[in-house]
């Protein structure tokens, strides 16, 4: 039974039990600002989320940054050719480092140094060197310089945050202690391991601003319930009654079978099957059945009320074929279809009216993912 | 009709075609900002409403764009304003950020609140 806002009803927690009448997240952690404010803490801060494509930072000082709820790392290829990620804030007074850069337009740098007073890092976050003033008390009457401390390179080393990879994907972890990510991408990171993602490169990047609160695509990306209705096109060549919704740990599935099929030649997956796979929180990795390639969205909250959707593919090239182009032309229709729901949705949610929506019996996916929300805010 | 369409202030991503509508000028500098970050793009402007840019300031410089709009605003002018009106005179919401930079780095801009802009 659907629980109104009507004076009566009382919202209750997300049951373990999906036929239970009380088994969708109460609306209020949808529109409510304190719940954002809440989720950049338990969520954002304590799991792992995607930052970005290794593929995109080839050679060393290779870097990007991206910005998660308030923070902010750098993201680079350090010496050994391995990935790591630092918080972009100088170990001197907390300074930010570099500029913004994206992912699709990555920077390079020798060392990393900081505009401010010019304190200097290798790539391992380390710090290599400090101007001439910080070894001199040359302005400071009370202090002769033989009594300056030298910097201990290792205590003053950037912050760095922990890093996990699913083959070419890179996943950052702001907590201490994390969990480990074998944990949360469980059987997805086995699945995807044994694909050459990593051959692929990345060929385009599409952001688009939504106006509702990142659960609710989230939500809408874990089921296909509502694409006879709204998803003409994509649907024709799909055989939506062979579908299957798979759930996991921290990871739904959705396998669809298609009827077309691309060049035995250029596939990196199954036949006839494409998968999508949502990873808690904000990830999701989309392997097409129709193209030579795959796609991957990130679901990035701008407040409680407005996301970004971050949607990048990858193919053979960078440089996209007429297809390659076609398809994902196709692949921003689906979207846009999407934002028209879940905008519209939203709208509703706003309204207050509705306290504690239903899912269906179907909906197992969405009950996971609602489920894994509320676990994280009792945590 | 979606809000994007009814909005008083769209601007757009030629790169990408992506869209944004807003009510209140600024709020187009937030998506300027958001979208450079993940992007890279710049942004250019789509549509103004009119009220809000006095047209007489067509073909003059920056500054004096600032100074004249500065004249109906009581504690600056909203920096997207600005951004709007070099946008009729054919400037991306970068290019007027960037000389907009050179002007406040010169001393002749600056910025009575956040994202609010003066000139003298
Ligand atoms: S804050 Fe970075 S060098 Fe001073
Ligand atoms: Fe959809």
Redesign the pocket.
């Given at each position: 039974m659907t629980r109104w806002n009507d004076g009566t009803d009382r919202v209750e927690a997300v049951s373990p039990d999906i036929t239970d009448e009380t088994n969708a997240l109460p609306a209020e952690y949808f529109t409510d600002p304190n719940a954002y404010e809440m989720e950049k803490e338990k969520i954002f801060s304590r799991y792992w989320v995607y930052a970005g494509h290794a593929n995109c930072i080839p050679e060393t000082g290779d870097f990007f940054t991206r910005t998660v709820g308030d923070k902010q790392i750098i993201v680079l290829r350090d010496n050994e050719n391995d990935v790591r990620a630092f918080y972009n804030v100088?170990?001197?007074?907390?300074?930010k480092?570099v500029e913004d850069t994206p992912m699709t337009e990555p920077g390079s740098m020798s060392r990393i140094?900081?505009?401010?007073?010019?304190?200097t890092y290798d790539l391992d976050g380390d710090l290599s060197t400090?101007p001439k003033s910080f070894e001199e008390a040359s302005l400071n009457p009370d202090l002769a310089d033989e009594e300056v401390a030298k910097l201990d390179d290792d205590g003053n080393s950037l912050l760095e945050v922990s890093t996990d990879r699913i083959g070419p994907l890179v996943f950052v972890n702001f907590d201490t202690d994390p969990m480990p990510f074998e944990e949360q991408a469980g059987k997805m990171a086995t699945e995807l391991e044994s694909l050459p993602l990593g051959d692929y490169q990345h060929a385009a990047r599409f952001v688009s601003e939504v106006e509702c609160n990142w659960k609710t695509f989230g939500g809408n990306y874990s089921e296909c319930d509502h694409c006879q209705a709204n998803h003409q096109d994509w649907i024709e060549g799909i055989q939506l009654d062979e579908s299957e919704l798979e759930v996991n740990d921290y990871h739904w599935v959705l396998h669809y079978t298609h009827e077309e099929d691309v060049d035995d030649e250029l596939r990196i997956h199954d036949e006839h099957e494409a998968k999508f796979y949502y990873l808690w929180p904000n990830f999701t990795v989309n392997m097409y059945g129709t193209a030579d390639g795959y796609g991957t969205y990130i679901i990035d909250p701008i407040d409680e009320s407005r996301f970004q959707l971050i949607a990048d593919y990858f193919f053979e090239t960078s440089e996209m074929t007429r297809e390659e182009l076609e398809f994902v032309r196709t692949s921003r229709q689906l979207q846009e279809e999407d934002f028209e729901l879940v905008e519209r949705q939203y709208e509703g949610l706003k309204s207050g009216a509705l306290a504690q929506a239903q899912l269906g019996p179907n909906e197992h996916t969405l009950h996971k993912f609602h489920r894994l929300a509320q676990e994280a805010y009792n945590a | 009709m979606t809000d994007r369409e009814r909005a008083s202030f769209t601007a757009i991503c030629p790169d990408c075609n992506e869209r944004k509508g807003t009510e209140t000028p600024n709020e187009i500098l937030g998506f300027y900002r958001r979208h450079r970050n993940l992007t890279g793009h710049d942004i250019e402007w789509e549509f103004v409403d009119h009220e809000s840019i006095p047209t007489s300031a067509a073909n003059e410089g920056l500054k004096a764009i600032v100074l004249e709009l500065d004249e109906t605003f009581d504690n600056g002018v909203p920096l997207a304003l600005v951004t709007a009106a070099m946008g009729e005179q054919g400037y991306s919401i970068g290019e007027t950020m960037a000389e907009l930079r050179e002007l406040r780095m010169t001393g002749h801009v600056w910025e009575p609140k956040d994202d609010h802009v003066s000139a003298f």
């Open positions: 100088c170990a001197h007074r907390g300074s480092i140094q900081c505009p401010y007073h010019l304190w400090t | -």
